[in-house]
């Protein structure tokens, strides 16, 4: 009834490669769109994304070069690595709710073209997360973040034309839940914890269909799935209390933007802003938060524009004047 | 996996050239979507598809057509099917047995669809030749058929599970 694997169809590979030719030319249309926007700066910037954000080359520039950890590992991925020396941690803080040190940001540029942020707390100059939470055992020490690129724009020709923006969802410590540094994570949040409870599951199900067809090369794989999700499940961290989770929304808004607010629930917090950090902003609020607030940036002109909702669908999206504002940024 | 959603819609259908209209659509709005897709594992990434290619293959059923929108956005051709192809993904799809069962389950559902599909689908007439015969226009004919494998799809998906675990990947 059934051909076998080795019994190919034609026709799959003739559509396959229809795909890649539309894949190369969605590509050179979107990078030839970047060229137009660099050179002319003539079109609205492209629309919701994300946060207030953006900055040019110019000063893009001046935020790399003298942070440089070069001794810390950089996350290995599709967003390539970090060149030395460039990542800077930026000079904007926000405190933490609870109190100790502050929350700060830290940007860096990949070999892949990707300008990243990262968040995590600082003390003594260096972007950390601390042994809180059950965090490092609650050593109540201040431990070193690696580079990782947690929210990446691109970075092409060496510009900066995109906006960086970020609502991430963090633990007290300064830790992301889904860190790579495993055990020393402390706690887990809600979404995470429930995709660890649930992953043998889902492998043991993978297994099983991959035996039903015969595919011994997709039921290897599931076996070390499996043994990967049980081991996940077996040193599953606790869940974390409310007070120890966090939401961090933070991001570059353009050296234009003069002073950028949160408001949540009534209550309001401002950031003033450098030009020479792009406009760098973070606030930290309590708890996992889907839609933290309404952020609001003010430029030089006296022009203020507003987000809402969630921050990766805006609404209502940024007007004209607005796109303008943070397309026309030196 | 390309493979086997492509004798999944051709078993559903009990037609090659229908079954490849809606397999090349549901890739090429899996393309088109591909940065909402959340997974990481092949399982889920099986998964994903196949609810994309359900929701096609519902369309085709409750509407009698096969809307291309997605290819038509990428500008993508619908891919030719030779008659290697053909021999080969009618052997897959099991369709000589499939016909034969359609055959026997065509009682149960109401004339003119019944009708439809039997020309259509045993008999193995073209689509302007079963409209000529009922008297009806190409596209009411397709609409027949459709609306009658849906009704016997409850036939179809029973027997299908026989090629959707087979050793096409």
């Known amino acids: 009834m059934s051909a076998g694997a080795h019994d190919e169809l034609r026709i799959v590979d003739a559509y396959w490669a229809q795909l890649r030719a539309v894949d190369a030319r969605l590509l050179r249309r979107a990078q030839a769109r970047t ?3 660099q050179l002319g700066r003539t079109l609205a910037f492209a629309l919701l994304a994300l946060l207030l954000a953006a900055a040019a080359a110019v000063a893009a520039k001046a935020l790399f070069g003298d942070d440089a950890p070069r001794s810390f590992p950089s996350q290995d991925s599709t967003l390539g690595s970090v060149r030395p020396g460039e990542a800077r941690l930026l000079s904007v803080r926000r405190p933490d709710p609870d109190g100790g040190p502050p929350w700060g940001l830290r940007v860096s540029r990949t070999d892949r073209k990707q300008i990243c942020l990262q968040i995590g707390r600082v003390v003594d100059g ?3 997360a601390m042994g809180v939470a059950g965090a490092f055992g609650n050593d109540g020490r201040a431990h070193a973040l690696p580079i990782e690129q947690l929210s990446c724009t691109s970075d092409v020709a060496g510009t900066l034309p995109a906006r960086i923006g970020m609502a991430e969802p963090i633990t007290r410590s300064g830790l992301i839940p889904s860190s790579r540094l495993g055990a020393n994570i402390g706690c887990v949040g809600p979404v995470e914890r429930r995709a660890i409870v649930l992953g043998p599951g889902s492998a043991r199900e993978y297994i099983r269909r991959a035996r039903a067809r015969g595919d011994a090369a997709a039921v290897a794989e599931g076996t070390r799935q499996l043994a990967s999700a049980e081991r996940r499940l077996r040193s599953l961290p606790p869940a974390c209390a409310k007070a120890d989770l966090r939401t961090v929304i933070a ?23 450098k030009r020479s950090e792009d406009g760098a ?10 839609d933290p607030g309404t952020l609001t940036a003010r430029f030089r002109d006296g022009l203020t ?13 940024p007007s004209p004047a607005c796109r303008r504002a943070f397309a026309r940024q030196p | 996996m390309a493979q086997s959603t492509l004798v999944f819609f051709t078993r559903r259908t009990a037609d090659p050239e229908i079954g490849r209209d809606l397999w090349a659509e549901t890739w090429a709005r899996a393309y088109e979507s591909r940065g909402r897709f959340r997974g990481s594992t092949r399982a889920e990434r099986e998964g994903w598809v196949m609810g994309i290619g359900r929701k096609v293959l ?52 109401p004339g003119p669809q019944q009708e439809a599909l039997r020309l259509r689908i045993v008999d193995g007439h073209s689509y302007p030749e079963v409209a000529r015969r009922m008297g009806v226009s190409e ?17 179809v998906d029973i027997a299908a599970d026989d090629f959707e675990h087979g050793d096409w990947t």
Not at chain 2, 139 to 155: F, Q
């Open chain 2, 58 to 109: 519902a369309s085709y059923y409750k509407r009698g057509a096969v809307h291309r929108r997605a290819m038509g956005r990428l500008e993508l051709e619908r891919p030719s099917l030779g008659d290697a192809d053909l021999e080969r993904l009618e052997r897959a799809a099991g369709l000589g047995e499939l016909r034969d069962e359609l055959g026997r389950a065509l009682a149960d559902i």
């Open chain 1, 35 to 37: 060229r137009r926007r």
């Open chain 1, 126 to 128: 260096r972007l950390v």
């Open chain 1, 251 to 273: 991001g570059i808004a353009g050296s234009n933007v003069v002073s950028v607010t949160l408001t949540d629930n009534g209550v309001e917090q401002r950031v003033t802003t």
């Open chain 1, 305 to 317: 524009c507003s987000l809402g909702g969630s921050y990766l669908r805006p609404s209502p999206p």
């Open chain 1, 281 to 290: 902003y973070v606030f930290v609020v309590l708890g996992h938060r889907a």
């Open chain 2, 139 to 155: 596209e009411a004919a397709r609409a027949r058929v459709s609306r009658g494998l849906r009704t016997l799809a409850g036939t």
